[in-house]
């Protein structure tokens, strides 16, 4: 995960680029660490594809890793 998110605390952690009055959209499963993953994509700066890209990897292989845990 980013260094920016605290999932202990299942809250993005502010930062100096962050935006604090920007409110964060980002869907919520009740699985800790997805939801870590989904609100990291949700604060990239959409207008960094590269953070846009690498955070959307790494939600896709946060679903895929618990996905495979179903599977057993």
Do not use: K
């Not at 955070?55 to 495979?68: D, F, M, N």
């Amino acid at each position: 995960m980013s260094d920016q998110f605290d999932q202990s605390a299942a809250q993005p952690r502010e930062s100096e680029d962050a935006e604090p009055s920007r409110s964060i959209d980002a869907p919520r499963t009740g699985d800790i660490v997805i939801d870590a993953a989904l609100t990291d994509l949700a604060v990239a700066d959409a207008g960094d594809l590269d953070a846009v890209l690498d955070r959307g990897e790494a939600v896709h292989r946060t679903l895929q890793g618990r996905l495979a845990d179903l599977g057993g």
